[in-house]
């Protein structure tokens, strides 16, 4: 294969994981805004409809590191491509859906097939691109991750009130068809290693102990973090990773080879990506409250306002992923995570008299610090592995980010309620109250994202894949 057609292959692959990548990660935040319009049409109540948005982060964290296993013995194509396909059927059972109980099933065969695009996504632009462009390749998915992110909430607002809720999940169904056929023609079969054996005995361990994980933090802040239930889901998590761990000692094709968390880039630059999110989606979660309830702008204001963060990351994420292939230095990353705690600490202070331009201007350096840290460091976990591990890789990338979601929305949501109770006990009204919980989450935030500059500074600075 000459340069010519390598240069236009690898724009044409990019192109398909940006389509899967982008209705992945936008079907996971798109929902949140339908939350209320569902409780109404189904007639029930936020407890159960929630499990509309957690059955989907649920399913998708507990398979991202089996099916990237997966991928790397039968082959990223055919794994992405049937991604996308169950994506879209799962995107039509769920505008279909009759009752609450169906449409969480629903959202279960779309969280598997967004499992299976997350999982190998970062994989195929790992293995199409050169590593001097490795980065700067990162960088534009970590963008369409973001983006996806992002813009959920403020286009699930306008696809509700133009079309309905069934709108937000009959749009992914053409783009879904489109991006399958696309992706079978364009994407060129890798190397498949069918010799090796699946660790079914990992699998299993593994999937209970993250399963327990997740609904322990997901309901902690519900049910009271020191209830029977979430101290039962926190024991079974402890449990099951450890029989996880010694199996996969001990197993001769693991799931997870152990040694790559001796490798200091991937372990540090994983750890990295976790506190980034977990830092993150404190935005994500109070940010709406604040600019709703607290100055009462609109839901199309708030939109607007957060498309500050992938907007500035969509112009920074691509050079600072080409800068890192030029000089593979960690500096420009930890610098990015440095400015990010520097927003979030700058976000802790906004009050009832800020302005709309000074609320913009903090998040747009969210945005800045995000979009400097993140390609570095997805290029750094890519690169520094072997090429046969190149789906575990990915997968373990993307497992970092959905239990830095998760884990983020928790803690933020912990602190903020604990501090408006505690305020509003002493007498405090409700929305300096408000203030006072929403300073805090943030200044927990930011000391979050501090842990993550040390961090990252240690993940590079070695010769990498």
């Not at 201007?361 to 800045?368: A, F, Q, S, W």
């Not at 575990?392 to 830095?404: F, Q």
């Not at 943030?442 to 894949?465: M, N, P, Q, Y």
């Amino acid at each position: 294969m000459d340069d010519k057609i390598d240069n236009s292959y690898k724009w044409r692959a990019m192109l398909v994981v940006s389509i899967g990548v982008f209705m992945a990660t936008l079907d996971g935040s798109i929902v949140n805004v339908a939350l209320p319009t569902l409780t109404r049409y189904f007639s029930t109540n936020l407890n159960t409809i929630q499990w509309v948005l957690l059955s989907y982060l649920l399913t998708i964290t507990t398979l991202l590191l089996t099916l990237g296993r997966l991928s790397d013995m039968y082959g990223k194509k055919y794994i992405f491509c049937g991604g996308l396909l169950i994506f879209t059927i799962g995107s039509a059972f769920c505008g279909l859906s009759a009752s609450s109980g169906q449409l969480i099933a629903s959202r279960v065969v779309q969280g598997i097939g967004a499992a299976m695009l997350m999982a190998n996504g970062p994989a195929i632009v790992t293995q199409v691109f050169p590593s001097t462009e490795r980065g700067k390749a990162l960088g534009l998915i970590g963008t369409v991750v973001s983006i996806g992110s992002m813009t959920g909430p403020a286009l699930g607002g306008f696809l509700i009130d133009l079309a309905g809720w069934q709108s937000i999940f009959y749009i992914n169904i053409p783009i879904g068809l489109a991006g399958t056929v696309y992706a079978m023609k364009v994407l060129e079969p890798d190397e498949v290693h069918r010799s090796q054996k699946f660790d079914i005995p990992g699998a299993v361990l593994m999937f209970v102990s993250v399963v327990a994980l997740m609904l322990g933090i997901t309901q902690g802040q519900e049910m009271g973090w020191g209830s029977p239930v979430i101290i039962v889901l926190f024991t079974l998590f402890i449990l099951f990773l450890g029989l996880f761990l010694i199996t996969e000692k001990r197993a001769r094709m693991p799931i997870i080879e152990l040694d790559l968390f001796r490798n200091k880039p991937f372990s540090a630059a994983n750890t990295s990506g976790f506190l980034s999110f977990v830092a993150m989606f404190s935005v994500i979660l109070l940010m709406p409250y604040y600019m709703e309830e607290i100055l009462g702008y609109s839901t199309k204001s708030v939109g607007l306002a957060l498309m500050a963060v992938p907007l500035i990351m969509a112009l920074v994420a691509p050079l600072s992923g080409w800068v890192f292939d030029k000089t593979n230095s960690p500096l420009p990353g930890s610098l990015g995570m440095a400015i990010t705690a520097l927003a979030l600490f700058l976000i802790a202070g906004l009050n009832r008299d800020s302005s709309f331009l000074d609320i913009i201007m903090r998040l747009g350096l969210v945005g800045l610090g995000m979009g400097m840290f993140q390609s570095p460091n997805n290029s750094i976990i890519m690169g520094s592995v072997r090429s046969n591990r190149l789906g575990i890789a990915s997968g373990m990338l993307a497992t970092m980010r959905n239990l830095g979601m998760v884990t983020g929305i928790a803690v933020s949501a912990a602190v903020f309620t604990r501090s408006l109770r505690l305020l509003e006990s002493t007498g405090l009204a409700y929305e300096p109250a408000f203030i006072g919980g929403f300073h805090d989450a943030f200044l927990v935030a930011a000391v979050i994202c501090l842990a993550g500059v040390f961090t990252s500074l240690v993940r590079g600075g070695e010769k990498l894949r």
